[in-house]
Structure formats: structure tokens, C-alpha cells
């Protein structure tokens, strides 16, 4: 859960979303569940020579299974919110 909130937290702001099949996909988070499905709009690829098919997605579900990284923005990193999370959920509340 300490993760699903805190993606909570980006929704509205740029992310890049790197797949298990090494495609790299930026866009605006519109959503996160549980699970950690991801759901971007206004998406570009990031190598885009590399994934010439992909021009035309603007929209995208991730399923959160095929997830390697998630880059965030530098401004949506908020340490102090990471660590009170982290301490509550280990003391398991």
C-alpha cells in the first residue's frame, strides 16, 4: 500500500514508465490502482525509432505485472512523506 498511496500522490504530473520489454513510455499520470496498474495520457515513446509503431498511442492502461522502473519528476519527490509511510507501515498501521 505504501506505494499505491504514494502514486496517488503523482496523479496529474510526468512520468516515464519502463516495461520488463524495455520500452519506455512518458506521459501525464492519470490514474493508479492497487495493483499498480497505471493508466498515462498525452504518452510519447521514448526511443521512438526504436518503437516507430507506438506513434500513434496517446493513451495507455500498463498493467503494473509488466512495470520495471517509474521515473518520477524531481519536484514529486517528497522524502520526509516516503519515510513517515515507511516508518507507519512498519510498525504495521
Known amino acids: 500500500m505504501l506505494f499505491f498511496s504514494y502514486f496517488k500522490e503523482l496523479v496529474g504530473k510526468e512520468v ?3 516495461l520488463k520489454n524495455d520500452l519506455a513510455i512518458k506521459g501525464i499520470l492519470h ?15 521514448v526511443d521512438d525509432t526504436k ?7 496517446k493513451n495507455c492502461f500498463i498493467r503494473g505485472s509488466v512495470v520495471r522502473y517509474v521515473q518520477l519528476p524531481p519536484d514529486g519527490v517528497d522524502v520526509d512523506i516516503l519515510h513517515d509511510a515507511t516508518r507507519r507501515e512498519a510498525r504495521g498501521g
Open 51 to 57: 518503437y516507430p509503431h507506438m506513434l500513434s498511442v
Open 16 to 18: 516515464i514508465v519502463e
Open 31 to 45: 490514474s493508479v490502482d492497487q495493483y499498480l496498474n497505471i493508466k498515462l495520457e498525452n504518452t510519447q515513446v
